[in-house]
């Protein structure tokens, strides 16, 4: 199987991913890079209202052969 | 390395053992089996005649989803019962499946109700069995209430008091020889966000990671982080080291 690096941001700090995970299909490497988002952002809430989180997906090549972001903004409005 | 035997180092802590207790928990444990990595010990349904102790390596509890995945719901380290409940229950409700290779034994169920004929012994594997459950509600605690980075910070100080207390750990390392996708299957989050994690608390200065060797470098800093804290282990001895008793609530026993 194809071996994908999912590097993530969170806004504040970029991981790496230096082991990679092995993943039958695309479809499924994009099922991975969206279900990471959520779960990045309920580990810890952002303090701010403006923030972009990120998956870059890079293949054994080392090239990015999928980006996915989220973008939270949030405004009081009274 | 202990070279007791990691079920009496575990039971010790759930009764006052005397040398004939002892001796009679040693005597079911001799006829040893190594396995494989990645092998079934049993699985969901079958009404297994023997129930199985793990002496070394690392297994699991697991349930099959229906699409394909998995979710672990309990790690066996050495010393650890994988099933003394069918003695009672019947059939399997779930599989336990080897992750690392192990050394098992296999005591017939007829040996299990011999040894509860002995007070001290019930009592440590009644003990034994009520960590179990102890266990498995934090678990259900971090699974529900903790984000991931915490719960699996909180697993990594489980696996080291656990390992500890049966000689498989020293000055805060251990080995874990699990995948990132099985620590995920644990966790129930992705193996990607696994990953990161991992590598958050590494930057973080927490723990550091060779191989499988995992260590804790910054106990204290792990516990606050996580909000472990190690009475729901129930070990009678508790930890010496000072770096742990500040996490130590006084009532533990």
Same mark, same amino acid.
């Given at each position: 199987?194809?071996?994908?690096?999912?590097?993530?941001?969170?806004?504040?700090?970029?991981?790496?991913?230096?082991?990679?995970?092995?993943?039958?299909?695309?479809?499924?490497?994009?099922?991975?890079?969206?279900?990471?988002?959520?779960?990045?952002?309920?580990?810890?809430?952002?303090?701010?209202?403006?923030?972009?989180?990120?998956?870059?997906?890079?293949?054994?090549?080392?090239?990015?052969?999928?980006?996915?972001?989220?973008?939270?903004?949030?405004?009081?409005?009274? | 390395m202990a070279t007791e035997n990691p079920l009496i180092l575990k039971l010790e802590h759930g009764a006052?053992l005397?040398?004939?207790d002892r001796?009679?928990l040693r005597?079911v444990a001799?006829?040893t089996?190594?396995?494989?990595?990645?092998?079934?010990?049993?699985?969901?349904?079958?009404?297994?005649?023997?129930v199985h102790l793990v002496l070394d390596g690392f297994a699991?509890?697991?349930?099959?989803?229906?699409?394909?995945?998995?979710?672990?719901?309990a790690f066996l380290l050495p010393g650890d019962f994988c099933d003394l409940?069918?003695?009672?229950?019947?059939?399997?409700?779930? /599989?336990? #499946?080897?992750?690392?290779?192990c050394i098992v034994v %296999?005591i017939?169920?007829?040996?299990?109700?011999?040894l $509860?004929? =002995?007070?001290?012994i019930?009592?440590a594997l009644?003990w034994a069995t009520?960590v179990d459950?102890?266990i498995?509600?934090?678990?259900?605690?971090?699974?529900?209430?903790?984000?991931?980075?915490?719960?699996?910070?909180?697993?990594?100080?489980e696996l080291l008091f656990r390992l500890r207390a049966v000689g498989r750990a /020293?000055? #805060?390392?251990f080995e874990?020889?699990?995948?990132? %996708?099985?620590?995920?299957?644990?966790?129930?989050?992705? $193996?990607? =966000?696994?990953?990161?994690?991992?590598?958050?608390?590494?930057?973080?200065?927490?723990?550091?990671?060779?191989?499988?060797?995992?260590?804790?470098?910054?106990?204290?800093?792990?516990?606050?982080?996580?909000?472990?804290?190690?009475?729901?282990l129930h070990l009678r001895n508790?930890?010496?080291?000072?770096?742990?008793?500040?996490?130590?609530?006084?009532?533990?026993?």
């Amino acid at each position: 199987m194809p071996r994908y690096f999912f590097d993530i941001d969170d806004g504040h700090r970029t991981t790496r991913d230096y082991e990679g995970h092995e993943f039958p299909d695309r479809s499924a490497v994009r099922d991975e890079a969206l279900r990471a988002l959520p779960t990045i952002i309920a580990d810890e809430l952002p303090d701010s209202d403006r923030r972009i989180f990120s998956v870059k997906v890079r293949d054994e090549r080392d090239v990015t052969v999928y980006f996915v972001t989220l973008t939270l903004v949030a405004e009081w409005l009274e | 390395m202990a070279t007791e035997n990691p079920l009496i180092l575990k039971l010790e802590h759930g009764a006052r053992l005397t040398d004939e207790d002892r001796r009679l928990l040693r005597s079911v444990a001799v006829e040893t089996r190594l396995v494989d990595a990645r092998q079934d010990l049993i699985r969901e349904g079958e009404v297994p005649d023997a129930v199985h102790l793990v002496l070394d390596g690392f297994a699991c509890r697991y349930k099959m989803l229906d699409d394909g995945g998995r979710s672990i719901v309990a790690f066996l380290l050495p010393g650890d019962f994988c099933d003394l409940h069918v003695a009672i229950l019947g059939h399997m409700d779930h /599989s336990i #499946g080897t992750l690392a290779p192990c050394i098992v034994v %296999e005591i017939p169920r007829v040996k299990i109700e011999e040894l $509860t004929t =002995h007070p001290r012994i019930a009592r440590a594997l009644w003990w034994a069995t009520l960590v179990d459950e102890a266990i498995l509600r934090e678990w259900l605690v971090s699974m529900g209430r903790r984000p991931a980075h915490k719960q699996l910070a909180h697993l990594l100080c489980e696996l080291l008091f656990r390992l500890r207390a049966v000689g498989r750990a /020293s000055d #805060g390392m251990f080995e874990l020889p699990v995948t990132q %996708e099985e620590l995920g299957d644990a966790l129930g989050v992705s $193996t990607v =966000h696994v990953n990161r994690v991992l590598q958050q608390l590494r930057e973080d200065g927490l723990i550091s990671l060779q191989g499988r060797l995992v260590t804790i470098l910054d106990l204290p800093a792990l516990t606050r982080f996580s909000t472990f804290n190690p009475n729901y282990l129930h070990l009678r001895n508790g930890p010496r080291d000072h770096a742990v008793k500040e996490v130590q609530e006084p009532r533990l026993v």
